[in-house]
T-cell receptor, first 113, second 108 residues
């Protein structure tokens, strides 16, 4: 069966520090991968999605970046965090080319102080 | 920009009552999905309805779709305290775009 792992679950970072959130999927090949951000009490904002290794589409211009160094690994990064980067970050995957459901990780809660 | 907008933003009911949430979207779709999110957790897929379907059922869930009005509704019948969560609609093909969500509180 397929599983998705996302870490760390919680982190508190100072403004200007770097960020790395990691997401891995098991039990499937060539998934479509997604990063979403959710502000407190709000909906989900699509940040990045990837249909293959090294293929990243950015939806929102900002100081975040994403990389997909391996088929089932998706990394969200920042060189210098801003206060506005605080939020709940969710990684998700879907079968390539499918119109079906997204499978979400448990999320990473980031607080920038 | 958000593709879907749910209303109400928040809904508070008693156990046993029905809960109805609505979703409006802006562009043509080939399907619409509903998800549930417990507080502080990831989203879980509930149901998908295709554009050529008007109604779909899954257990206590009933989803309707009106493509002429670009709207969908999610009905939870005989609600339980465990149904307390946020509910989101989502549309899109390669990029799945989510609405703003409805926070449902079911009181015992």
């Amino acid at each position: 069966s397929q599983t998705i792992h996302q870490w760390p679950a919680t982190l508190v970072q100072p403004v200007g520090s770097p960020l790395s959130l990691e997401c891995t999927v098991e039990g499937t090949s060539n998934p479509n991968l997604y990063w979403y951000r959710q502000a407190a009490g709000r909906g989900l904002q699509l940040l990045f999605y990837s249909v293959g290794i090294g293929q990243i589409s950015s939806e929102v211009p900002q100081n975040l970046s994403a990389s997909r160094p391996q088929d089932r690994q998706f990394i969200l990064s920042s060189k210098k965090l801003l206060l506005s980067d605080s939020g709940f970050y969710l990684c998700a995957w879907r079968v390539a080319g499918a119109i079906g459901e997204l499978f979400f990780g448990e999320g990473s809660r980031l607080t920038v102080l | 920009s958000q593709q879907g907008e749910e209303d109400p933003q928040a809904l508070s009911i008693q156990e046993g009552e029905n809960a109805t949430m609505n979703c409006s979207y802006k562009t043509s779709i080939n399907n619409l999905q509903w998800y549930r999110q417990n507080s502080g957790r990831g989203l879980v897929h509930l149901i998908l309805i295709r554009s050529n379907e008007r109604e779909k059922h899954s257990g206590r869930l009933r989803v309707t779709l009106d493509t002429s009005k670009k709207s969908s509704s999610l009905l939870i019948t005989a609600s339980r305290a465990a149904d307390t969560a946020s509910y989101f609609c989502a549309t899109g093909f390669q990029k799945l775009v989510f609405g703003t969500g409805t926070r449902l509180l079911v009181s015992p």
